[in-house]
Every structure is written in structure tokens, then in C-alpha cells.
């Protein structure tokens, strides 16, 4: 629901702005890569440019395993930024690509990076849909928000 994915990033936000660790959702995560096979990846532009990518992960390991990482992109490469990228297993089995997801787990990384937030990935996905979220502040006082909606479902 959107109010519970809103009341997430607010809680993300103030975490990550106090600088603490965002650890989210009940389930245990195996150790992550950004690495597998590629469900979903887009790039996103500001001001015609490529500023990010999203790129979300599918392996077979721990009865399914998704991730995903937030990549900087262009001029933000190598630029650090505070940047945020979260992994939610979603409650239905079957969704329309890119409809709401009810949350059911989710992890979150968020600092200032220069290439790339993540991985960040949960395990028990298999025949679940997930949904990636990514944030982060540009130099002209844009914040980008990103949510990928249901994929791999």
C-alpha cells in the first residue's frame, strides 16, 4: 500500500540522515551481490541526461534470491551523493508488471556513495512478485524517486 511504502521511505530518510544503519522487514537475508539474472533494469534521465540506474537480480539460491543495486550514472559517477535503494518482497504471487506491491519483508542500504547503493537483496522470493524503490539527491536540489512497481512476479 502506498501509505505503508511512504511511512518506509520517511522512516529510511530519517535513519539514513542521522546516519544509522536501515535494516528493514523480519526475514534474514543470505549475503547479496548485484550479480545473476537480470529481471528488471532501467535508466532513469535528468535534464535529458542519465543521472541512474536500477537493476534488479533474480538467482535460484535460498528458495529465491533478489537484489538489487542503484547505480550513478554520467556526471554523478564517481559523485558522492546520498543515495538509497530498497528490496521489498511483495504478498501477491501474481501481479501486472509494475502495479503495487504489499509489502511483506524488505532491506534498505542508504549512505552517501559515488557509484552505487546495494546490493541490497532478500532471500524466500521465489513465486513472489518484488519491487525496488531508489532515491537519490542531484547537485540542482532534485530528489529522485524511483519505484520499479512489481516485477518478477
Known amino acids: 500500500m502506498k501509505i505503508r511504502r511512504l511511512a518506509a521511505l520517511s522512516g529510511v530518510t530519517i535513519l539514513a ?3 544509522l544503519a536501515v535494516l528493514g522487514g523480519p526475514e534474514a537475508s543470505a549475503a547479496v551481490s548485484c ?3 537480470i529481471t528488471y533494469d532501467h535508466t532513469y534521465n535528468h535534464n535529458g541526461n542519465p543521472v541512474a540506474e ?3 537480480y533474480y538467482n535460484t539460491s535460498n ?11 554520467g556526471a554523478y559517477r564517481g559523485k558522492a551523493e ?10 501477491q ?6 502495479s503495487d506491491c504489499h509489502i ?5 542500504d542508504a549512505d552517501n556513495y559515488s557509484y552505487y547503493a546495494g546490493p541490497v537483496g532478500l532471500t524466500g522470493t521465489a513465486n513472489y512478485c ?10 540542482d536540489g532534485t530528489y529522485l524517486g524511483i519505484d520499479t512497481g512489481t516485477r518478477g512476479c
Open 17 to 19: 540522515s542521522l546516519g
Open 35 to 37: 550479480s545473476g539474472t
Open 54 to 56: 536500477v537493476t534488479i
Open 63 to 73: 528458495g529465491g534470491t533478489n537484489s538489487v543495486c542503484l547505480y550513478h550514472l
Open 82 to 91: 546520498w543515495t538509497a535503494v530498497t528490496m521489498e518482497r511483495c504478498t
Open 93 to 98: 504471487h501474481t501481479a501486472p508488471a509494475g
Open 104 to 108: 511483506a519483508a524488505y532491506k534498505t
Open 130 to 139: 518484488v519491487d525496488a524503490n531508489g532515491y537519490m539527491n542531484l547537485d
